[in-house]
């Protein structure tokens, strides 16, 4: 099982690769940096907290006991 810590590791890993993912592929489109930077910034942060609690819920659920 995760620890809260090891999870927000992950957590903050994948926002940094998904920012500069989005940065990316924003400013190729727009051509403009600070618009990339903008987005980037908002729709990581925001993905970044559901991240978090998404994993956090995960590891409430028990898995079921297979009968096979």
């Given at each position: 099982?995760?620890?809260?810590?090891?999870?927000?590791?992950?957590?903050?890993?994948?926002?940094?690769?998904?920012?500069?993912?989005?940065?990316?592929?924003?400013?190729?489109?727009?051509?403009s940096w600070e618009l990339g930077l903008t987005i980037a910034?908002?729709?990581?942060?925001?993905?970044?907290?559901?991240?978090?609690?998404?994993?956090?819920?995960?590891?409430?659920i028990k898995p079921k006991k297979s009968g096979i």
């Amino acid at each position: 099982m995760d620890s809260k810590k090891r999870t927000l590791s992950k957590t903050i890993s994948w926002y940094v690769f998904h920012n500069c993912m989005m940065f990316t592929i924003t400013y190729l489109l727009t051509k403009s940096w600070e618009l990339g930077l903008t987005i980037a910034l908002l729709q990581t942060l925001g993905e970044a907290v559901l991240y978090y609690i998404h994993e956090r819920i995960w590891l409430r659920i028990k898995p079921k006991k297979s009968g096979i």
